[in-house]
């Protein structure tokens, strides 16, 4: 029709926010990536065995969790092979048996995975390569570690009181899968310091151990694990020491 208005385009519908939000691009997706895991501290269980080895034992400790013990300080540190270490111990005459018969004469010994931790004098840790060759191993390869004065041990749990055997495992961790429990544990006010094994060790009852017959019975079964650890050709099962052995 002449002189008639041209027609209004429709007006589109209004836009809520929430149909903008659903129509704009996406931003891709961050990464999902896990917190770090934390040691887990319920109860303050660390706190707890942190007090006990500095208060009760006087063995100085590093900040952090899980508590890690100072070597060199009170003590140094034998790291051997399990198997060996409790077929040493064996042989010294060193492991605990069950029933009512009174604890004998020992020395701290703590085991994690499987590895042992024999805890000697402090500066014993030096003495080892004068004294392996003295003993006349050497030269030969023996998977036995010395660690003295510097060096850090991770502190197992201390043992509950009227305890016997292992001790509680660590909050959300596995005590035989890396983290250290004790077998003989130390008890504070019974001579700790005089009960590790030194050079200069007066044999008698209640004596600890001579440093050098500790070392020459641990390489001599170093030596004998090393030996009968299978070849690739003829693979076995490894069988955990601790299926063999009571404390």
Do not use: I, K, N
Request: glycine share 12%; with cysteine.
């Amino acid at each position: 029709m002449v002189g008639a208005p041209p027609p209004v385009p429709p007006v589109p519908p209004a836009r809520t926010t929430a149909s903008v939000l659903s129509s704009a691009p996406s931003a891709p997706a961050a990464p999902s990536v896990p917190f770090p895991r934390r040691p887990l501290d319920a109860g303050g269980t660390w706190e707890r065995v942190r007090g006990w080895y500095e208060s009760a034992l006087g063995w100085p400790t590093v900040p952090g969790a899980p508590v890690r013990l100072r070597v060199g300080v009170r003590f140094d540190v034998l790291d051997v092979p399990a198997e060996a270490g409790l077929a040493a111990l064996e042989r010294l005459g060193l492991l605990r048996r069950p029933g009512p018969a009174p604890r004998g004469p020992g020395f701290p010994v703590a085991v994690r995975g499987e590895r042992m931790l024999l805890l000697v004098a402090a500066g014993g840790a030096e003495e080892m390569p004068g004294l392996l060759e003295w003993l006349e191993w050497g030269s030969l390869p023996l998977d036995l570690m010395a660690v003295g004065a510097g060096g850090l041990m991770e502190a197992p749990l201390a043992p509950e009181p009227g305890s016997t055997g292992l001790p509680p495992r660590p909050p959300g961790r596995d005590g035989l899968q890396g983290t250290a429990v004790w077998l003989r544990a130390p008890e504070p006010g019974c001579g700790v310091d005089a009960s590790l094994p030194a050079l200069s060790a007066v044999r008698g009852a209640g004596a600890a151990p001579d440093l050098a017959r500790l070392v020459q019975t641990l390489a001599t079964q170093c030596h004998r694990v090393r030996l009968s650890v299978p070849s690739p050709s003829s693979p076995s099962l490894p069988v955990s020491p601790f299926q063999r052995a009571t404390f």
